[in-house]
């Protein structure tokens, strides 16, 4: 018997003893609890079912009336909402001075204007926009502006203290925007429909009874 045989034999030899131990082992391991079958589910046939399963077209309807209801209804945090409603026709005017509360550097190590001073903006501009004002839920307010001779004129911006900007802008034929509780302090709105126009250097705020405009607004207001 040549050594290469006896070497194939003690090598079989010695596999079929592993095996036989590793057949032992398993068995005497026993079994511990319930055992099922391992299912793997089809993630993307799950998927697939899950949208085969959604009416995409009342979906897309739901989504849509969800986007216009938010639209029409959508005001910002910052609108005053309701205002008193002006009981006459009067006038007055506004100081637009502003003091500062911080000082200007002047970029060279110096302060070009110190903290507590002083100036009017009008001094050195001119705004040439008329600015409008008002409660966009009442209607009396809206049929004056259509009435009025600011209407159709370009140079006039529309600020709404109430309602909503989307309904106003289709009824009005143009655009309109929101005021601000800042705007409202800074004019002293105390009263709607409001007219604030430059003059000079001083603001001059029209406030207006409701009614047909084109009756009784003077030339001098326009």
């Known amino acids: 018997m040549n050594n290469t045989f006896i070497f194939v034999s003690l090598l079989v030899t010695v596999l079929m003893n592993l095996a036989y131990a590793e057949c032992v082992s398993a068995k005497e391991l026993g079994t511990f609890g319930a055992v099922y079958p391992v299912v793997e589910e089809d993630l993307i046939k799950k998927i697939q079912e899950y949208i085969a399963r959604i009416d995409m077209p009342r979906y897309e309807r739901e989504q849509k009336?969800?986007?216009?209801?938010?639209?029409?209804?959508?005001?910002?945090?910052?609108?005053?909402?309701?205002?008193?409603?002006?009981?006459?026709?009067?006038?007055?005017?506004?100081?637009?001075?502003?003091?500062?509360?911080?000082?200007?550097?002047?970029?060279?190590?110096?302060?070009?204007?110190?903290?507590?001073?002083?100036?009017?903006?009008?001094?050195?501009?001119?705004?040439?926009?008329?600015?409008?004002?008002?409660?966009?839920?009442?209607?009396?307010?809206?049929?004056?502006?259509?009435?009025?001779?600011?209407?159709?004129?370009?140079?006039?911006?529309?600020?709404?203290?109430?309602?909503?900007?989307?309904?106003?802008?289709?009824?009005?034929?143009?655009?309109?925007?929101?005021?601000?509780?800042?705007?409202?302090?800074?004019?002293?709105?105390?009263a709607l429909p409001s007219v604030v126009v430059q003059n000079g250097n001083v603001m001059n705020v029209h406030e207006y009874v409701p009614g047909d405009a084109s009756q009784k607004i003077s030339n001098n207001s326009k």
């Not at 216009?68 to 506004?94: E, H, Q, T, W």
């Not at 502003?98 to 200007?104: M, P, Q, R, S, V």
């Not at 004056?144 to 370009?154: D, E, G, M, Q, V």
């Not at 600020?159 to 929101?178: A, E, I, Q, W």
Request: avoid cysteine.
């Open 65 to 190: 009336d969800k986007a216009r209801k938010y639209i029409l209804n959508y005001k910002p945090g910052s609108i005053p909402g309701k205002l008193p409603v002006a009981d006459k026709d009067s006038v007055f005017s506004v100081d637009m001075s502003y003091t500062l509360d911080f000082d200007i550097p002047d970029g060279k190590g110096g302060i070009l204007y110190p903290k507590g001073y002083t100036f009017n903006p009008l001094d050195y501009t001119f705004l040439s926009k008329t600015i409008v004002l008002l409660d966009g839920t009442d209607r009396r307010q809206i049929k004056w502006f259509k009435s009025s001779p600011w209407h159709k004129r370009l140079d006039v911006t529309v600020l709404l203290t109430n309602g909503t900007y989307h309904v106003l802008s289709k009824d009005l034929k143009r655009p309109v925007f929101y005021a601000s509780r800042k705007i409202i302090e800074r004019f002293n709105i105390k």
